[in-house]
C-alpha cells in the first residue's frame, strides 16, 4: 500500500497472492456455512415436506409483494417447470396468491398470504439470528468485506438483480 501500512494478509498470504490451498480452504469454508445458513430454515421446512426452492420462492416473493412469474423465475434461475411445482404446493398450502396482472391478463402477480408471512418471518429470523451472531463476532471492517467478496462472487446479471433488490424495486 501507498501509505507504508502492508497489504492485508490471510494466513501469512497476501490477498491478492492467495494460494489454491488457501483459496480452497475458503471454498470449504463456504459449503461448510451454508450449510448451517441453511440448516434452521431446513428443519422448519421438511415438518411441512417443503425444500430450499419453497424457502427461495417465499423469500422473494416477500421481498417484492406482487413480483411475477417471469420476474421470480430470473432471480431464482430455475426452470418454469420446476417453479410451478413449487408455486403450485405453496399456492395450495395456502401460503401464496396469484392474482392476474391488471394491466396484462397473461401475467400472474405474486403474494404472501398471511400464513405465508408467518412462515417467511420463522424462516428469515432463524437465519438473520445465526447472521447477526456470525456478524457481531467478525465486526465490521469483516462485515463489509464479506459483502464485497460476495457482491464481487456475484455474476453481472446476479449483481444487477441484487442491487435492485437492495433498493427496493
Avoid: C, W
Avoid at 497472492?17 to 431446513?42: H, K, N, S, V, W
Avoid at 391478463?105 to 439470528?129: I, P
Amino acid at each position: 500500500m501507498s501509505d507504508g501500512r502492508a497489504a492485508p494478509v490471510f494466513g501469512g498470504e497476501s490477498l491478492l497472492f492467495l494460494t489454491d490451498e488457501q483459496l480452497r480452504q475458503g471454498i470449504e469454508a463456504m459449503f461448510f456455512a451454508y450449510r448451517g445458513f441453511t440448516a434452521d430454515p431446513d428443519r422448519i421446512l421438511a415438518d411441512m415436506h417443503y425444500g430450499r426452492a419453497h424457502h427461495r420462492a417465499i423469500h422473494f416473493i416477500n421481498r417484492a409483494p406482487g413480483t411475477t412469474v417471469t420476474n421470480l423465475l430470473s432471480i431464482l434461475g430455475v426452470t418454469k417447470q420446476s417453479l410451478n411445482r413449487v408455486l403450485r404446493t405453496l399456492i395450495d398450502d395456502g401460503l401464496v396468491e396469484s392474482r392476474v396482472g391488471t394491466r396484462d391478463k397473461r401475467e400472474r402477480h405474486l403474494y404472501l398470504t398471511d400464513r405465508g408471512r408467518a412462515l417467511e418471518a420463522r424462516l428469515s429470523d432463524a437465519q438473520r439470528t445465526r447472521m447477526r451472531a456470525a456478524y457481531r463476532e467478525a465486526g465490521p471492517e469483516a462485515v463489509a468485506g464479506f459483502k464485497k467478496v460476495l457482491e464481487a462472487m456475484m455474476d453481472p446479471e446476479m449483481r444487477r438483480l441484487y442491487a435492485r433488490l437492495k433498493d427496493g424495486k
